[in-house]
């Protein structure tokens, strides 16, 4: 059945008042949802003040429905990392679909499961599988790293629409005349927003202005990251990670500056290399705008949005972009589609 376009938007804010309700009712849930998504309740607290959607303009939810095609029926595949996200992935196939499937991540399900309870939509149903072979629905939304993502895909019958959404992370860019201080402060509560996991989430700085430019900065993010190990402790470490973190500290010790406190770390050197998440940041020097593309290489297709101080003409035209934030807002974009508009599998953003 069609549904009227009143009627998509309807279902949509439908989601976004359970969200609203989970924010309001924070003291019930706060530190199970911190046991799930494996976040200090503090880290849950930030999320659901700064990432969560329950506050949408009207103009956003109708960009988020225009956004799909309809169908008639959509099954969601959610991933973990950052516990918010199935607000948006859910209400994006409720744009889509009336009936819609959801799988929640086996590692992180309970913010699922408490939208569904809240929301209490008769047309959307919980599981715990999917055989994807036999699957009767029009399209599969699908949310995680690109190798579970490439083995969904290969097994899906052809005539079935595959939305996916796959890995990626956010870079920051600090111009010449951005503000050392007020950047680094911006910058530090974007990479404290769930342990840096989410493909929002800034892994890389590149700094404009001289080697000593980016030191300079790279010394005040350290700065600005060190109040929140008290303000917002920082998650559990699973050994997998913390041995990820060392590594990586390790290399960048022999290669640049290297900042390292208890709970974050800040490294700056003129290459990139990629860090891990949970507050690992790195700082490099770019002689030009242009360069930044080079620099990353094929690190580029998994660009999802840039933080910027202001809004630069030069980011403006570099084709590797995808959103753009403001320093402080990368992991609050507006809910007005895909977080992620790339396609998948990402090729090249250059």
């Not at 799930?36 to 990432?51: C, I, W």
């Not at 099954?75 to 516990?83: C, E, G, H, M, Q």
């Not at 929301?119 to 399209?139: Q, Y």
């Not at 930044?292 to 809004?311: E, K, M, P, W, Y």
């Amino acid at each position: 059945m069609t549904r009227t376009r009143r009627q998509r938007e309807d279902s949509v804010w439908r989601w976004v008042e359970a969200a609203r309700t989970i924010s309001k009712r924070r003291d019930l849930h706060t530190w199970a949802i911190a046991q799930s998504a494996q976040l200090s309740p503090e880290g849950v607290d930030l999320a659901l003040d700064h990432a969560l959607e329950i506050d949408p303009s009207q103009a956003e939810v109708e960009l988020l429905v225009a956004s799909t095609t309809e169908a008639s029926s959509v099954t969601i595949v959610l991933s973990a990392n950052v516990f918010t996200a199935p607000l948006r992935a859910i209400a994006l196939a409720k744009a889509a679909a009336e009936t819609v499937v959801v799988k929640p991540s086996r590692r992180d399900p309970l913010f699922t499961r408490l939208l569904s309870e809240y929301a209490r939509d008769p047309h959307v149903s919980l599981v715990n599988k999917i055989d994807f072979k036999d699957t009767k629905a029009a399209e599969i939304h699908a949310y995680g790293n690109d190798t579970t993502l490439r083995a969904i895909a290969g097994e899906l019958p052809t005539n079935i629409a595959f939305r996916a959404h796959g890995s990626g992370f956010g870079i920051a860019y600090i111009d010449p005349n951005a503000p050392i201080g007020e950047a680094a402060q911006a910058l530090s509560r974007d990479i404290v927003l769930f342990d840096q996991r989410g493909c929002l989430s800034p892994r890389i700085a590149f700094v404009l202005g001289g080697a000593a430019h980016a030191e300079a900065f790279a010394n005040a993010l350290s700065d600005a990251l060190a109040p929140w190990s008290v303000r917002v402790p920082r998650g559990p470490l699973h050994d997998e990670a913390r041995a990820e973190i060392r590594q990586y500290l390790d290399a960048m010790h022999m290669s640049g500056l290297l900042l390292e406190a208890s709970d974050h770390a800040v490294a700056c050197s003129n290459h990139v290399a990629l860090p891990p998440a949970f507050r690992i940041v790195q700082v490099v020097h770019a002689n030009t705008p242009e360069a930044i593309g080079a620099s990353l290489g094929s690190l580029g297709s998994f660009v999802t949005t840039v933080g910027c101080h202001g809004d630069p003409p030069e980011m403006r035209s570099l084709a590797l972009l995808r959103r753009r934030a403001a320093l402080g807002m990368m992991q609050s974009p507006s809910f007005d589609g895909p977080v992620d508009p790339r396609r998948w599998p990402p090729s090249t953003l250059t």
